[in-house]
């Protein structure tokens, strides 16, 4: 453990870390004129006037490069053999394939599709993928280009690599694998986050949101890929940033798709983490047969017919998932930024915010604006409620972590929800912080006035603005995560920096490389922290007064586990805590 702390203050003292990296083509030994095949990957012949010849750097420096022009070539990329001695298997063991790339000026047809992939013999280990094609940098000029790819098991002895276009012509130099430093070793599973929030032993996750399958950077069916492996060897909870959500699940009227979902709990049932599903009512990300216009009922739906949408898509998502989905964000952003009925006669109010649902269903619950209602937020709790009596269910926003009118307006929300018996265990709080906004006393006040209600309170979508602070900030909200007894669950909305809906914040917990930053040493050092207060807990004498030879065990959550028990076998229960007579008991 001491090794660990050592070496995690030491790793903190340095942001960015080294890389290996191994060269495999810098074009400098060839002959201006060689020849590089070229390789169509569909199996069509490539068109004569195609070529990929070794020539001289075409910004004039003393330089060789390959220069490659396709014409009416789909799919067609430069074949380089591996160099002699060099495996596909040792290939497979750097995480990314980096090189330079120009375009020149002009481009042939001025094609600027351009997407870049990579083969290792016939199988593809990395391809972007995107609506609007990368920006590959401004032409003319020389651009370094890295690439994470999914490694694969093949006795190929060749790879493949260029851009995806029908027409165009480019230069690549200095083709080489790269491998980063991460700072930890994830097959250690004692160097990672998961370990010391299982060994406390109190039912808590720390889960992610993974990527966005628009932005590539996972595949849930590869456990083998990079990030996969930082997300399950790290969480045991993860939530989709974006592909349940309405319009990437019910793209069309009572058309689901499920295809990413389902690969998402897939991916969490064979790590044994838990999913969180997001969100299944919400103002955005709405596709265009449910509103044109997030803050209207563009397409003038009555009420019942609203209705009937919302209780069809929640329904069938929620059965569908049912008993595998632990908990919904059922209502996401349903309260106004700016609460102007904060004080309303004799009791505190809340104004909602004008959707397609608050306005095209309507009802009485909330207050601003005369147009707009709360029925959908009951209804939503209650469609979900019957689809999975199970599944915990929750309210979720942002602004509502601290003190406010929108905090305060939050906690009236959900306690005129618990007060008329609408099924809610809980409401997230998002947690999208700038720098230096944390605010821990305004947290812990609204976490604990929540549980007066009898809510959980979880952290939904964590991330915190870089500063000379970030780590600091991390650590201080694991502590009040890891102290709170109703927070079961602290999220982070996102893996890498780089895939941030906030990239240039860098507010996670994870570099470019997916390298481990301060905030992660920082977030790891508290949940062991609070595993070691756990186990500082006094022995209880067991001499105190009689014993009778059957108990009933609870966990550290406080929920009955098993009735009249025989004492002897506590001993045999899974490593964790457990509450016996009213004491608390270490099973190791
Ligand atoms: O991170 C999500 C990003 O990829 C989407 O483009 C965006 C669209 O609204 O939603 C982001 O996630 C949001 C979450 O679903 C709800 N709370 C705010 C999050 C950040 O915008």
């Given amino acids: ?33 060689t020849e590089f095949l070229l390789k169509d990957v569909s199996g069509n012949p490539v068109s004569a006037k195609s070529y990929a010849v070794v020539a001289a750097d075409p910004t004039g420096k003393d330089n060789k490069v390959l220069h490659v022009l396709l014409v009416n070539s789909w799919n067609t990329y430069p074949e380089y053999p591996l160099p002699d001695g060099f495996t596909a298997a040792e290939f497979c063991t750097y995480q990314s394939v980096a090189f330079s790339l120009y375009r020149p000026q002009v481009l042939p047809k001025n094609n600027d599709n351009m997407q870049t992939a990579i083969y290792l013999g016939d ?87 993974t990527p966005s399958s628009w932005k590539n950077v996972i595949d849930l069916n590869n456990d083998l890929l990079d990030m996969s492996q930082t997300v399950f060897r790290n969480f045991n909870m993860v939530v989709a940033e974006d592909d349940m959500k309405f319009d990437a699940i019910e793209p069309n009227r009572n058309d689901f798709n499920f295809g990413y979902a389902d690969a998402l709990v897939d991916f969490a049932e064979r790590h044994g983490m838990k999913v969180r599903g997001h969100t299944l009512c919400w103002h955005k990300q709405l596709p265009e047969w449910v509103t044109k216009n997030e803050d209207r009922n563009s397409h003038n739906y009555s009420r019942e017919e609203l209705l009937s949408i919302l209780r069809n898509h929640i329904d069938t998502i929620v059965s569908h998932y049912k008993g595998r989905i632990a908990e919904w964000d059922v209502v996401n952003e349903c309260l106004e930024d700016n609460q102007r009925s904060y004080y309303y006669g004799e009791s505190y109010m809340y104004d909602l915010r004008a959707s397609v649902w608050s306005k095209g269903i309507g009802g009485k619950l909330g207050w601003g604006d005369e147009n707009v209602g709360g029925d959908f937020i009951d209804s939503a709790f209650v469609y979900a409620h019957r689809a999975d009596p199970d599944a915990k269910l929750f309210l979720n926003d942002y602004g509502v972590e601290n003190r406010g ?135 209880v004498p067991n001499d105190a007064r009689p014993q009778s030879p059957y108990v009933d065990v609870y966990n550290f959550a406080g929920q009955k586990i098993a009735s009249g028990m025989r004492r002897e076998s506590v001993n045999f229960l899974p490593t964790g805590i457990y509450i016996v007579d009213g004491e608390k008991i270490m099973v190791r």
């Fill in 1 to 33: 453990m001491k090794k660990i702390c050592f070496l995690a203050v030491l790793l903190s003292l340095f942001t960015s870390l080294p890389a290996e990296e191994y060269p495999l083509y810098d074009f400098e030994n060839y002959e201006i004129g």
């Fill in 405 to 539: 009118r929108k905090a305060d307006a939050y906690y009236y929300l959900a306690k005129h929800l618990v007060d008329n018996n609408i099924p809610i265990h809980g409401v997230g709080l998002q947690c999208h912080f700038k720098a230096g906004e944390l605010d821990s006393a305004g947290l812990v006040r609204q976490i604990q006035r929540f549980q007066e209600l009898g809510l959980e309170v979880i952290i939904t979508e964590l991330d915190i603005a870089s500063s000379d602070k970030q780590a600091d900030e991390f650590r201080t909200i694991t502590n009040i995560f890891m102290e709170q007894k109703n927070c079961p669950n602290m999220v982070l909305w996102g893996v890498s920096d780089r895939d941030s809906w906030r990239s240039g914040a860098l507010p996670l917990l994870f570099d470019a490389d997916l390298a481990a930053k301060p905030a992660f040493f920082a977030v790891r050092d508290a949940l062991e922290k609070a595993w070691n207060d756990i186990l500082s807990v006094a022995p």
């Fill in 123 to 209: 199988k593809k280990i990395y391809q972007e993928e995107h609506p609007n094609y990368p920006d590959q940098g401004e032409r003319g000029k020389w651009h370094e280009k890295r690439y994470a790819f999914t490694p694969v098991e093949t006795e190929a002895s060749y790879f493949l690599l260029g851009l995806h276009a029908d027409t165009m012509e480019y230069y690549l130099d200095n083709i080489r694998l790269v491998r980063v430093e991460k700072g930890y070793d994830y097959t250690d599973e004692t160097q990672t986050l998961r370990y010391y929030v299982e060994q406390c032993g109190n039912g808590k996750h720390i889960g992610v949101a």
